[in-house]
Structures are given as C-alpha cells and as structure tokens.
C-alpha cells in the first residue's frame, strides 16, 4: 500500500540544523519530493529526489535517501526564523501514479 | 507565484449544497491533481487528471466529481455538503503523468455551515 510518515512536530533554536524525517512503504516511488507550507499559503516545492539517489544538495537544503529502509530526510542548515513552516514529504508511486502526501512536520525555529 | 490559479479563494456555503472549483493549471502542464486538506485527515490525495483523462484516483467520495477540459483547466465539483467536507482544496499541475515536479496553487477554503 501507499503510506508516508512523518513526525509532527520539531523545534530548534535560530542558526542550529534542522532535520525532518520521513517514511514511506511503497518500494515503487520513483520520486520524492519535500514541500513547505507557510501559515495561509499553498505547498511550496523545495527540492525533489529520484530513487536512484542517495544524497541531493541544493544551497542550505540536503535531502538523504535511503532505500533500503524507505527513508528519507530534508537537513535545512543555519535554519532561520523564517524556515518555520510546515514541511511535507511526498512520494510518488510508480505504480498507482498517486503522489502520497505524508501529515507533515510543523519546524518552529525560536529566536 | 506557481503559475497554478485556483478560484475562488474562499467559499462559504450551506449543508446540502452543490459548489464548483476551478484550477488552471501552469502552461504546458498536461496533469491537474486535487487534494483536500484538513485538520484531522493532513492532505489527501483525491483525483488526478492528465491531459483531459482520470490517471489516479485518491480518496474521493462518491458526492465528488471532478473533470479536466480541452484547455485543460479542471473542475472539482462537491455535491450534498455536509460540515466536513470543510477544508482547503489544492490543485497542483506538472507536466507529465507523474514523478515530475507538482506545482500548487494556493488553495481553494471551503466552508460549510
């Protein structure tokens, strides 16, 4: 079946790494992907990895997948009060065609 | 801006009701997905649309339907309202069938009393 978790919520202190983690069960997702989520406003797409990678970088964001175990985790580095946010994974299934959203993890970042 | 317009922005409408909800997906994106999001229920995926055609489908109830047109744009239409059918209903687009990067729209909130 189609699940995707994460931990609901993660608190750090301004200028500290931030790491959410996710879990999915469908070994057939090709993609997955990382969006935010600011109070009142729709997803925003923040980076995305294929399957076949282990590790993507892009600025302050580093996305680690791991395969083996449906793992999968965004590390938002120096994370800055205006990184508070919901932040969703997302896999998408090969199979189904379904893009599966997990609940989301809300990151407040205090001062 | 993600390119993806949803309208309207708020609707507010009685139990039992019929209302509709429009998405105009990025130019050149073929698919048109729907989510609700809800408090309780986190986003669920509902129906997905690629070029004028049902891909996959979601959690979608039976008093949900939903259409993409020749020019693409979808409509989500929600008949027999009942108070939680109350939520924020996203639609997104990406170019392909799938595994491309989906782009939402900022949301359609629905409220029913």
């Known amino acids: 079946g189609e699940d995707v978790e994460q931990s609901l919520f993660l608190s750090v202190r301004e200028g500290d790494s931030s790491v959410i983690n996710c879990t999915y069960t469908?070994?057939?997702?090709?993609?997955l992907y990382w969006y935010k989520q600011e109070p009142g406003a729709g997803l925003q797409l923040l980076t995305y990895?294929?399957?076949?990678?282990d590790m993507k970088q892009d600025q302050r964001l580093t996305v680690l997948l791991n395969k083996k175990d449906k793992h999968l985790s965004l590390r938002i580095a120096d994370t800055q009060t205006g990184d508070s946010a919901i932040y969703f994974c997302?896999?998408?299934?090969?199979?189904?065609?379904?893009?599966?959203f997990g609940q989301g993890t809300t990151l407040q970042v205090k001062p | 801006d993600s390119g993806v317009t949803q309208t309207p922005k708020h609707l507010i409408t009685a139990t039992g009701q019929r209302v509709t909800l429009r998405c105009s997906p990025r130019?050149?994106?073929?698919?048109v997905y729907w989510y609700q999001q809800s408090l309780d229920q986190g986003l669920q995926f509902l129906i997905q649309?690629?070029?004028?055609?049902?891909?996959a489908k979601g959690n979608i109830l039976e008093r949900f339907s939903a259409q993409q047109f020749p020019d693409l744009h979808s409509e989500l239409n929600l008949s027999s309202l009942e108070l939680g059918d109350s939520a924020l209903y996203f639609c997104?687009?990406?170019?392909?069938?799938?595994?491309?990067?989906?782009?939402f729209g900022q949301g359609t909130r629905l409220t029913v009393v």
């Open positions: 997104a687009s990406s170019v392909g069938r799938g595994g491309t990067e989906a782009f």
């Open positions: 990895i294929f399957s076949n990678m």
């Open positions: 649309y690629y070029n004028g055609e049902e891909r």
């Open positions: 997302a896999g998408f299934s090969g199979n189904t065609g379904k893009l599966i």
């Open positions: 130019s050149g994106d073929l698919s």
């Open positions: 469908d070994s057939s997702s090709t993609y």
